[in-house]
């Protein structure tokens, strides 16, 4: 177990009659646990292995060197497992219906199987991920991870069919997902790491896939803790807006609260490393008399039953404008960042749409907030769908030519946030 | 073991209160007041959130003050008997002499005029003598007459629980009460108590008496 900090940044003085508290919490985990306190690790990796997958015949070469070097990762003592996925789902290894117990033999032996893959067939998402959740199960009191790759659109089986999926699944194991090439969709890949508590992302040349598995297994290796849960207790009469997850990406964790009591609330967060994210938590609170203080939230992190570390977001009522107008900068970088993702998905599906009017408004807010928050990383692919004119007016034309892979690329990573920069002196 | 919150609630959390999230150690509202609170009404119903309405007008009484701020009526006046009010009509020759309207006289012979405050709605206005009209029961219309007063100018209503309450009816010179040189909000209720004294018109001057 390691240890984690809570810290608190807001402005809590708000004028008479307001409700609404806003905060960025930030989370640090120090990652520090010895060997021997790290939770016990189960680790799935599912490959496509549709027809797809083999035009070009790299792409599926790829993918199995880069499925090798994410076992060479694996460390002793974890379970694991490969699977490959068409229209339904094969364990690759091992085949005995469980998981492998990592040593240098069966890592060999996984490797060789992987070895002998080949694409052919269809692709069936939800299956996989079925296939995964039971072999998950026979390694209970493990803390289970996935990797996904895929190279195209789930085509058989339907949406309500992978929703049902992703309920059942929910909470049971964690899944990075990965979309190589241009012919997988966003929205369905990020709909499945969205639930299953993953990244996504897209990699653009096959050779890349081993480069990627590698940092996504060591990370995962890295991890020091077994499921985590935000914590959020809020006073009588008052409701929670919403809780978002606002670094390292962002990610909407309103619906996912499961009541405690009636006045907590637990989020999950998956496993943490030795790494930091932030938090906007928006509470609407009955207001109360200038001069009183109230405490808006307890925020503390929750691994098995015992809460540790919180922070607490409070709200002071006071006549002094200079004090209730004042705006915190951190609440206002996140909700730049936050607008920057709404824009370009909204930006992006109006192109789509082909509204280019409202394309070009959003994509120029965009660059303007990329270019306010020095999201150097998004602005850099937001040029590659827009020429900018002038980026702090975001006056912005929308290229006739958009390679698929850019557009896609834009799309995959507009949730991707900078943290709040060092302060204006 | 629990502590006390400020609002009266039985917290775990010594810090803040884990029910309404108060600080805990801040002095308590009332003083003296420790028993608990109900623990999943959202309603506050806490002392410092208690407002007595006024019985006139509503408006919730500002902490201790004695006149409500919506309509002036006085809390700790006597409690309103259900005795007898009558409506003194006269000339007011300071309020002419301010209001200081053209065109109009002063009347030379002004006779004071009595109205009995019935239950409920005394109309005040001047009636033309057209029968299809309503009569206001308060008729300013004998001569001398004030032409300042509307047809239809303001009400007097004697509630039943002995209130005096006057309403302007949307005048087209507005109503005053006492010095006050700040026209009455038209339609808004406001409490009257044994002696105040009701401007309308140019002259006209209706003091409100308990008998």
């Known amino acids: 177990m390691s240890a984690f900090t809570a810290e608190c940044y807001q402005n809590e003085h708000l004028p008479l009659g307001a409700s609404e508290v806003n905060a960025i919490v930030t989370v640090t985990s120090d990652g520090a646990a010895g060997h021997a306190d790290r939770p016990e690790a189960a680790e799935i990796v599912i490959v496509d292995t549709s027809g797809s997958m083999g035009a070009p015949r790299r792409k599926i070469k790829s993918a199995g060197e880069a499925t090798s070097v994410a076992i060479d990762c694996i460390r002793d003592g974890v379970a694991f497992g490969v699977i490959a996925g068409t229209e339904v789902a094969r364990a690759v290894y091992p085949i005995d219906s469980t998981l492998a117990i990592a040593s240098p033999q069966t890592r060999a032996k996984a490797k060789r199987a992987v070895d002998r893959i080949e694409a052919k067939g269809g692709t069936a998402i939800g299956s996989w991920l079925t296939l995964a959740g039971r072999l998950f199960a026979t390694a209970p009191g493990r803390s289970c991870h996935a990797i996904l790759l895929t190279d195209g659109e789930n085509q058989h089986e339907t949406e309500d069919e992978l929703d049902r999926v992703l309920a059942e699944l929910e909470g049971r194991f964690q899944c990075d997902c990965r979309g190589v090439g241009t012919d997988w969709r966003v929205s369905e890949l990020r709909r499945i790491a969205s639930a299953l508590l993953g990244s996504v992302d897209i990699i653009a040349e096959p050779e890349a896939m081993a480069d990627d598995f590698q940092a996504l297994m060591q990370t995962a290796m890295g991890k020091a803790t077994g499921n985590v849960s935000l914590r959020l207790w809020t006073p009588q009469g008052a409701s929670v807006a919403f809780v978002r997850q606002v670094a390292p990406t962002i990610e909407d964790l309103t619906a996912r609260g499961l009541p405690v009591n009636p006045l907590t609330a637990d989020y999950p967060t998956a496993t943490w490393g030795q790494e930091s994210r932030d938090y906007h938590v928006c509470i609407n609170v009955p207001p109360r008399e200038i001069g009183d203080e109230m405490l808006a939230a307890r925020v503390s992190l929750v691994e098995g039953e015992e809460p540790c570390a919180q922070a607490l977001i409070k709200a002071i009522w006071t006549e002094d404008q200079q004090l209730s107008t004042r705006i915190n900068r951190e609440v206002a970088h996140y909700t730049g960042q936050a607008e920057l993702a709404e824009c370009i998905r909204e930006g992006l599906e109006a192109r789509k749409e082909g509204d280019l009017g409202t394309a070009t408004f959003k994509l120029g807010r965009a660059v303007q907030l990329a270019t306010e928050s020095g999201n150097d990383g998004t602005m850099k692919l937001l040029q590659a769908v827009v020429e900018v004119d002038d980026p702090a007016t975001g006056t912005v034309r929308l290229k006739h030519e958009v390679k698929p892979l850019d557009e896609m690329s834009l799309d995959t990573r507009s949730t991707a946030t900078v943290r709040v920069g060092p302060a204006a002196t | ?211």
């Open chain 2, 1 to 211: 073991m629990t502590v006390a919150c400020p609002r009266g609630h039985e917290s775990q959390a010594t810090d803040y209160c884990d029910q309404c999230g108060a600080p805990i150690g801040a002095p308590p509202l009332t003083a003296g007041t420790t028993h608990v609170f109900p623990t999943v009404d959202e309603v506050d119903t806490s002392p410092a959130a208690r407002r007595e309405p006024c019985p006139v007008c509503g408006a919730p009484r500002s902490g201790d003050d004695r006149y409500c701020e919506g309509c002036g009526f006085d809390f700790h006046g006597p409690p309103p008997a259900a005795g007898a009010w009558e409506a003194v009509v006269t000339a007011d020759r300071a309020q002419f002499e301010r209001l200081a309207v053209a065109g109009i006289s002063f009347p030379t012979d002004y006779t004071e005029r009595r109205f009995v405050l019935a239950d409920g709605e005394n109309r005040i206005g001047r009636s033309r003598g057209n029968p299809d009209e309503a009569v206001p029961e308060i008729d300013l219309a004998a001569a001398p007459a004030d032409p300042g007063v509307s047809r239809l100018h303001a009400m007097l209503e004697r509630r039943s629980d002995g209130v005096i309450v006057l309403r302007d009816l949307g005048s087209t010179n507005g109503t005053t009460v006492n010095d006050d040189p700040v026209p009455i909000a038209p339609e808004s209720p406001v409490a009257l108590g044994d002696g105040d004294r009701v401007r309308v018109g140019a002259w006209t001057t209706i003091t409100v008496h308990r008998r």
